[in-house]
T-cell receptor, first 111, second 115 residues
Framework: GQQVMQIPQYQHVQEGEDFTTYCNSS?????IQWYKQRPGGHPVFLIQ?????EVKKQKRLTFQFGEAKKNSSLHITATQTTDVGTYFC???????????FGRGTSLIVHP | NAGVTQTPKFQVLKTGQSMTLQCAQD?????MYWYRQDPGMGLRLIYY???????DKGEVPNGYNVSRLNKREFSLRLESAAPSQTSVYFC??????????????FGPGTRLTVL
């Protein structure tokens, strides 16, 4: 079945440093979504990417979808303590009804 | 507009006890989902309901049953709780009116401990 691998599992950064998390799929994806979960909270939708090579930005966050639509990344520039949380990707291939979630990357920002 | 609501927020059970987790959404979404979240394991799908009247197994359905009571409500039942079912349970819904979006909206979660 479809698998979505996400790395790293954890990332410690000093406030102001950049952060990147990567998702890789075993199959070509129709789309990919990114979610953020604050400690003790629930996943909250951030963005969806659909097109090959697509890049979207939300303030300090940059999302990319690979040309082959099998990988994606989330990059945060100049992290802040408010960025703390776990970031999940979720991808769906054309033959699958439901998205498959990666295991998430937990971001810890040290002030 | 409350989005997705779940009850209870916290629950402690003894092994062998049963309980039902309730979920409701007011966004008129067609699809609803139950996930469990364990440390380092991400979100694993237990059951889902593509539309009112249908339910299907996800990745980890053993030990659970579901009921799609109507379009708004989707409940998860543990018939005989086991310590391995200690987890955080999230309900989610998705519109599925437009296949170009797969956005899921999550409830606040139920934190379940089985002793």
């Amino acid at each position: 079945g479809q698998q979505v691998m996400q790395i790293p599992q954890y990332q410690h950064v000093q406030e102001g440093e950049d952060f990147t998390t990567y998702c890789n799929s075993s199959t070509t994806l129709s789309n990919i979504q990114w979610y953020k979960q604050r400690p003790g909270g629930h996943p909250v939708f951030l963005i969806q990417l659909v097109k090959s090579g697509e890049v979207k930005k939300q303030k300090r966050l940059t999302f990319q979808f690979g040309e082959a639509k099998k990988n994606s990344s989330l990059h945060i520039t100049a992290t802040q303590t408010t960025d703390v949380g776990t970031y999940f990707c979720a991808g769906r291939s054309g033959g699958s009804y439901i998205p498959t979630f990666g295991r998430g990357t937990s971001l810890i920002v040290h002030p | 507009n409350a989005g997705v609501t779940q009850t209870p927020k916290f629950q402690v059970l003894k092994t062998g006890q049963s309980m039902t987790l309730q979920c409701a959404q007011d966004m008129n979404h067609n699809s609803m989902y139950w996930y469990r979240q364990d440390p380092g394991m991400g979100l694993r799908l237990i059951y889902y309901s593509a539309s009112e009247g249908t339910t299907d197994k996800g990745e980890v359905p053993n030990g659970y049953n579901v009921s799609r009571l109507n379009k708004r409500e989707f409940s998860l039942r543990l018939e005989s709780a086991a310590p391995s079912q200690t987890s955080v349970y999230f309900c989610a819904s998705r519109a599925l009116r437009d296949t170009s979006t797969d956005t899921q909206y999550f409830g606040p979660g139920t934190r379940l401990t089985v002793l």
